[in-house]
T-cell receptor
Framework: DGGITQSPKYLFRKEGQNVTLSCEQN?????MYWYRQDPGQGLRLIYY???????QKGDIAEGYSVSREKKESFPLTVTSAQKNPTAFYLC?????????????FGPGTRLTVL | AQSVTQLDSQVPVFEEAPVELRCNYS??????LFWYVQYPNQGLQLLLK??????LVESINGFEAEFNKSQTSFHLRKPSVHISDTAEYFC??????????FGTGTRLQVFP
């Protein structure tokens, strides 16, 4: 089955630790995205990548880092510089990064920083 | 800057009643509009989209939305809701950029 997988589903970390969230897709999509979801705020774009070895900052990139070494993988690292990292993180992909290209979402990772 | 407004954070409704979830966007240029649905602790699923052509678009599960350029709206409607429609609904717009802008979401709660 084609789709997007995110792991783990739930993640707990101590304050001050870096943590990496996994996102893999087998849809052969060029573009991939990371969003953060907080109650009452909708989805906010963290980083996106339209092609391998290239990525751009979204609206709330501070305290996060990404890499895109392979077409199917787009891991997100939440660093200790992120002031309020507890949130639900969603990864998405689309065939291209152009307008109108439908984004497909993974099941999400809920990160809790203790 | 482009923005999407979903005025209603929560919409309670009884089963089999009609419902409308409102979405307005700010843009003076052509737009592509989407509605996504999110069930608890899951990712988002595309419900329907407007890219061009007919201003009325429909989903396979009875929802429809109408693109109204003069009112810059893309409201989502269903004539008769089911308990299983309980979820959060997000309106999103793609405007001459390479990213989607999402509204803050509307939680639809259907009661028996």
């Amino acid at each position: 089955d084609g789709g997007i997988t995110q792991s783990p589903k739930y993640l707990f970390r101590k304050e001050g630790q870096n943590v990496t969230l996994s996102c893999e897709q087998n849809l052969n999509h060029d573009a991939m995205y990371w969003y953060r979801q907080d109650p009452g705020q909708g989805l906010r774009l963290i980083y996106y990548s339209q092609i391998v070895n290239d990525f751009q900052k979204g609206d709330i990139a501070e305290g996060y880092s990404v890499s895109r070494e392979k077409k199917e993988s787009f891991p997100l690292t939440v660093t200790s510089a992120q002031k309020n990292p507890t949130a639900f993180y969603l990864c998405a992909s689309s065939r291209t990064g152009s307008e109108g290209s439908e984004q497909f979402f993974g099941p999400g990772t809920r990160l809790t920083v203790l | 800057a482009q923005s999407v407004t979903q005025l209603d954070s929560q919409v309670p409704v009884f089963e089999e009643a009609p419902v409308e979830l409102r979405c307005n966007y700010s843009s003076s240029v052509s737009v592509y509009l989407f509605w996504y649905v999110q069930y608890p602790n899951q990712g988002l699923q595309l419900l329907l989209k407007y890219l061009s052509g007919s201003t009325l678009v429909e989903s396979i599960n009875g929802f429809e939305a109408e693109f109204n350029k003069s009112q810059t709206s893309f409201h989502l409607r269903k004539p008769s809701v089911h308990i299983s429609d309980t979820a959060e609904y997000f309106c999103a717009v793609f405007v001459n950029t390479d990213k989607l802008i999402f509204g803050t979401g509307t939680r639809l709660q259907v009661f028996p």
